[in-house]
């Protein structure tokens, strides 16, 4: 694809419900990036991967949060026991491997937990 | 106290008129600088990037960086109605995660 795609572009969920955002990056960028963005607020880092490996996931929040990769292309964000507060825009950034200041953002998925 | 501070704005200019945006820092380790262009309801796109001190311009924007006051800027000159976004500065030390300003909400007016 021409860019990162997310899907769904917005997603509402009662509390406590689970959630799963989808990121596809762009072809041939092994690196992706989670990040979250509250109103009003820059993004705020989440988790890397390089490859199929989560390689810094300090910035997960808790441990209601989970990501994956598995063949190092496609990942999911996994949110268990959704909170009100975790209502925000999830994007998902990929970029090439060593080129890491050279992020390439999708638009992001609009989460909102009524 | 944040690492990056960014005044949100807004900011509303005419068209024409020269645009000053300004980040302040604490990590002195920061090496990278960055600035991306965020419209409605899309992700951040890169506009400017640069490593140490000086300035890096392209086309109608320039960026600065001064590491001794731990300042950078970014400055766009003939502004224009379709320059009307957010921008967000953002920095990281060596590989590590980008830390992002909270972004300046900028309006061009025609």
């Known amino acids: 694809g021409a860019g990162v795609s997310q899907t769904p572009s917005n997603k509402v969920t009662e509390k406590g419900k689970y959630v799963e955002l989808r990121c596809d990056p762009i072809?041939?960028?092994?690196?992706l990036y989670w990040y979250r963005q509250s109103l009003g607020q820059g993004p705020e880092f989440l988790i890397y991967f390089q490859g199929t490996g989560a390689a810094d996931d300090s910035g997960l929040p808790n441990d209601r949060f989970f990501a994956v990769r598995p063949e190092g292309s496609v990942s999911t964000l996994k949110i268990q026991r959704t909170e009100r507060g975790d209502s925000a825009v999830y994007l998902c950034?990929?970029?090439?491997?060593?080129?890491?200041?050279?992020?390439?953002f999708g638009s992001g998925t609009q989460l909102s937990v009524l | 106290q944040k690492e990056v501070e960014q005044d949100p704005g807004p900011l509303s200019v005419p068209e024409g008129a020269i645009v000053s945006l300004n980040c302040t820092y604490s990590n002195s380790a920061f090496q990278y600088f960055m600035w991306y262009r965020q419209y409605s309801r899309k992700g951040p796109e890169l506009l400017m990037y640069?490593?140490?001190?000086g300035n890096k311009e392209d086309g109608r924007f320039t960026a600065q960086v001064d590491k001794s006051s731990k300042y950078i800027s970014l400055f766009i000159r003939d502004s224009q109605p379709s320059d009307s976004a957010t921008y967000l500065c953002a920095m990281r030390e060596g590989a590590q995660k980008l830390v992002f300003g909270q972004g300046t909400r900028l309006t061009i007016n025609p």
């Open positions: 640069t490593y140490s001190s």
């Open positions: 950034a990929s970029s090439m491997e060593r080129d890491n200041e050279k992020l390439f």
């Open positions: 072809s041939g960028h092994t690196a």
